[in-house]
């Protein structure tokens, strides 16, 4: 018997285990970079759970399901659609420099092998599962600057068409081999423009398109699920950051290094005008810097310094405290959970940022910034920060409208009273008097 179970395992290690260690040593493919990415897609995918823990915190406990279920159910979505279409429309052949093609349907020939233009020494399938990662959370940041007030049939049809038709031609341009933007020379490390700008500005055209909530005086009902949500945003931005090198290099390390230093400059940066303006600082002030310093870093990672990282943070910090306590206030919107406040205006930061403090020092495949010279690199990121912002703002626009032929955006003003949890899911939160008097009084009228 003993001598048979030898047998099969010497059999499986011939036939298993041996061509495996001749294509390791043999292949292009470098199996601690492969490792890295992957356990990089890990932390991305983490991050949207996190967001929703963030963004389910800040509103309030009638809302609280709804708020997360728009980030959890994302997940779902766009995963079949990245493997369906989406990857290929983004990173396929290039078509007159705007989009993919389709030659990567359904994953067609999105094999274990490197692919040079994106790939150089993970398998192709490894940059598909880590960019899944990114098309995931962007349409997740949207939903902060409609919570409270969409319906969730809405909510799904805008998801599918907003990713399809504004991501993926924007990743494509940036990211795409072929693409305009990154045939200009644009920076963007890890999704300043494709994720930041273009959440933030869709956010901003959804909100207002929607129209404000019955009481946007709103207070955080949970800070702890937010405080929890902003730390593992903060744990996941390290794979969104450092894995985007796509290999465990300097760079990479680099990238671990400015994240953490300008998301701690920021949140220092926002409590200080905080506390310099109102007199208090608060735990959700610099929650709600961190996250801004981590946005505003994000295209910048791979090519500036930690010192460059300190000023970008604090800028960052200050500059969204401002968006978020009076550009809103000024013009009158109601973007509930700052995704333009913080993404937006973030992101616009890190992107121009960029094109300031670049350096080949710490990435030679990168560019000089404009305090290095280069000014050429910094009229090019405010070319790619201005057409993101257009492209955005025009298809999320035309992209409501044309849902809103067929079903109206908001849910009713009584379901809005009641709380989508129980207008639009039918369960709570939290086990209280007053979700259960609101859940049997909508369902007594209903």
């Not at 011939?14 to 470098?30: E, Q």
């Not at 993926?168 to 020379?185: E, K, Q, S």
Request: hydrophobic letters at 55%; aromatic letters at 14%; glycine letters at 12%.
């Amino acid at each position: 018997m003993w001598k048979k179970i030898c047998l099969l395992f010497s059999l499986m290690f011939m036939f298993l285990i041996i061509p495996n260690l001749v294509f390791a040593s043999t292949g292009k493919i470098n199996t601690g970079d492969t490792a890295f990415v992957l356990f990089s897609a890990a932390l991305v995918m983490i991050m949207t759970p996190g967001l929703a823990f963030f963004y389910g915190g800040m509103v309030s406990s009638k809302n609280v399901i709804s708020t997360m279920m728009q980030s959890f159910i994302i997940i779902a979505i766009i995963s079949i659609q990245w493997v369906l279409f989406g990857f290929s429309l983004s990173f396929g052949g290039d078509v007159g420099h705007i989009i993919g093609n389709l030659q990567w349907l359904g994953l067609k020939n999105v094999g274990f092998e490197p692919y040079d233009a994106y790939s150089a020494t993970i398998p192709l399938m490894a940059f598909m599962i880590y960019q899944l990662m990114f098309a995931i959370i962007t349409p997740a940041l949207i939903t902060g600057a409609f919570a409270e007030r969409m319906r969730f049939g809405v909510f799904l049809l805008f998801t599918l068409l907003w990713t399809t038709l504004v991501y993926d031609p924007i990743a494509h341009w940036v990211w795409g081999n072929g693409g305009w933007l990154r045939n200009l020379g644009a920076l963007d490390f890890a999704g300043g423009t494709v994720v930041h700008i273009s959440s933030g500005i869709s956010g901003l055209i959804a909100a207002i398109l929607i129209g404000k909530r019955k009481n946007v005086n709103i207070l955080p009902h949970n800070m702890p699920m937010v405080i929890m949500g902003t730390a593992i945003l903060w744990f996941g931005w390290f794979g969104f950051n450092g894995g985007s090198a796509l290999a465990v290099n300097g760079i990479a390390v680099n990238a671990f290094v400015v994240t953490n230093t300008a998301a701690a400059a920021a949140a220092l940066g926002w409590v200080i005008v905080e506390w310099r303006i109102n007199g208090k600082p608060t735990l959700f002030g610099a929650a709600s810097g961190a996250v801004a310093g981590l946005v505003a870093i994000t295209p910048a990672a791979g090519y500036v310094t930690a010192v460059s990282a300190i000023i970008i943070g604090i800028i960052a910090g200050i500059l969204c405290y401002f968006s978020v306590n009076y550009l809103k206030h000024k013009f009158k919107y109601d973007d509930s959970l700052d995704a333009f406040g913080i993404h937006g205006i973030g992101g616009t930061w890190g992107a121009i940022a960029t094109g300031i403090f670049a350096t080949k020092v710490v990435n030679p495949e990168g560019a000089n910034g404009l305090i290095y010279g280069n000014v050429h690199q910094f009229i090019v990121q405010i070319i790619g920060v201005i057409a993101v912002y257009v492209f955005a703002a025009i298809m999320t626009y035309s992209i409501l409208k044309f849902i809103n032929l067929f079903m109206d955006l908001r849910v009713s003003d009584e379901e809005e009273e009641v709380g989508l949890d129980i207008s639009q899911h039918g369960e709570g939160a939290y086990n209280n008097t007053e979700l259960k008097y609101n859940y049997f009084s909508y369902y007594d009228n209903n």
